[in-house]
DNA sequence: GAATTCATGTAACTTGTTACATGATTTA
DNA sequence: TAAATCATGTAACAAGTTACATGAATTC
């Protein structure tokens, strides 16, 4: 996919500026999906451009304009189409680097190897606090706005991301383990 | 990273045609790294012209050449000089379209995202399968040759394979029990 | 007063995908 | 004999990254 339809899907609660994307693609949803700025703001002027969203100006007293952006009625009809049409093949394509250096893991030492795999594994753990603060996040967000149901979904996936890195971080122990033991 | 060292990598082992990388790609190494032969090709070329391969065109009898890549020493260099700079951040860049599609879970019906799961899930379920298979391919390869060493590692990504995406199919099953008891 | 955040972009480049082209060899 | 696999690419496009630029407002 593309991150257009993030971007809708994100207008579709509310108008938003670039920035206010940005920032929201880099942390809350960080853990599923990322962008910088310069993509961002090449992508909303292609999708104005479309007809999917529309800007406007917005004066404000101290501070200066903000671009704000909002979803079109074409907009909307092209993100609720392209939620019903899940693709065949949901895996991801995967791209791992990670796995490729273990892969290639005797052309390291031992030692190189499991010293990156605790590092790995470390940083693990740092992904698993920070989700847990995103967490938090959401269910504040959920009693103060009536977003209860923007809230479940939110939550399901932040249920995934923790679960698949536990299993990271199971990995980890148990490669560590193995490589300790080896011989060769 | 890039296909790059990738490409290096195998080549380190032995002696390849863009088509034999290919494969490799795309069946034994094909969960945590798959390219297209338009990209590899591509990417072949470059890199012969940066002197990190070298081609030699070997004829066969009853059928047609092979062009076959070979490292050179430069390109040792360079994977090995890769393989001991791990990058700092070693989470592998999130772009999540299953993810972002449940998060927007709101904008179609409960009944539509179930579905959804439940392919996912089974989809997960036959990745398994496939890992398996690649596992016993693995240990068969390990019999035949000398190549105990790469086996050992191979079977660690693997591993790694298996983890993540049973921790998938955790999370489908609490997913799809989390929306059938959902009300509003 | 310095650093950070807010805010919006452009340009060049890298990486990956899709579509197309060609043609021989092997297998069902 | 039809389909699949072997084998090698080109061209155009889509998506993402890096580097750069600018400057106001806010926080330490």
Redesign the interface.
């Known amino acids: 996919?593309s991150l257009k339809?993030?971007i809708l899907?994100l207008l579709?609660y509310e108008r938003m500026t670039g920035y206010d994307l940005q920032k929201t693609f880099n942390s809350s949803?960080q853990?599923?999906?990322?962008a910088k700025g310069s993509q961002i703001y090449r992508e909303l002027k292609a999708m104005e451009q479309r007809g999917l969203v529309s800007s406007s100006v917005i004066e404000q007293e101290n501070k200066f304009d903000r671009k704000v952006y909002s979803l079109t009625e074409q907009g909307s009809e092209e993100?609720?189409s392209w939620?019903?049409k899940?693709?065949q093949?949901?895996?991801?394509?995967?791209?791992?680097?990670?796995?490729?250096?273990?892969?290639?893991?005797?052309?390291?030492s031992n030692e190189?190897l499991r010293f990156?795999i605790i590092?790995?594994k470390k940083?693990q753990e740092e992904?698993i606090e920070e989700l847990n603060v995103i967490k938090v996040l959401a269910e504040q967000d959920a009693e103060k706005n009536d977003m209860?149901?923007?809230f479940?979904?939110?939550l399901?996936?932040i249920?995934?991301?923790i679960?698949?890195i536990?299993?990271?971080i199971?990995?980890a122990e148990?490669?560590l383990d193995?490589l300790q033991h080896?011989r060769?």
Do not use: C, H
């Open positions: 996919m339809f993030g899907g579709k949803l853990f599923m999906w990322n993100f609720l939620m019903q899940f693709p093949d949901l895996n991801a394509p995967i791209r791992d680097e990670f796995s490729i250096r273990v892969f290639f893991g005797e052309f390291i190189e990156e590092k790995y940083q992904s209860e149901q923007s479940f979904y939110w399901l996936t249920k995934r991301g679960k698949s536990q299993a990271e199971e990995w148990e490669a193995l080896k060769g």
